[in-house]
Nanobody, 117 residues
Framework: QVQLVESGGGLVQPGGSLRLSCVASTSIFRTYVMGWYRQAPGKQRELVAN???????NYADSVKDRLTISRDNAKNTVYLQMNSLKPEDTAVYYCSARLPFEATNYWGQGTQVTVST
């Protein structure tokens, strides 16, 4: 069992930046594939980005060149740096953790990001 706690969400104007953080309660954090998903009102949860145990990253086309995922294994933390934010980025952002080759995803409680004037 892994517990995930997100932070860093909030209200930002279009074009602004936020950095989300997610701390995982596991002694083997470095073995997990970490990801960020988001869910907007009335829409399905979608993958934003993930980062493998070796640091390889994968992004949704809609966020490439604007959002950056990174991890600090010494701090059991995964980050999502969000730049040039758009109103369509408004959603609840969820952190996820999964062991490679396993189907089970652990989820955080989510953090709200609102991009608006």
């Amino acid at each position: 069992q892994v517990q995930l706690v997100e932070s860093g969400g909030g209200l930002v104007q279009p074009g602004g930046s936020l950095r989300l953080s997610c701390v995982a309660s596991t002694s083997i954090f470095r073995t997990y594939v970490m990801g960020w998903y988001r869910q907007a009102p009335g829409k399905q949860r979608e993958l934003v980005a993930n980062i493998g145990v070796g640091g390889r990253t994968n992004y949704a086309d809609s966020v490439k060149d604007r959002l950056t995922i990174s991890r600090d294994n010494a701090k059991n933390t995964v980050y999502l740096q969000m730049n040039s934010l758009k109103p369509e980025d408004t959603a609840v952002y969820y952190c996820s953790a999964r062991l490679p080759f396993e189907a089970t995803n652990y989820w955080g409680q989510g953090t709200q990001v609102t991009v608006s004037t």
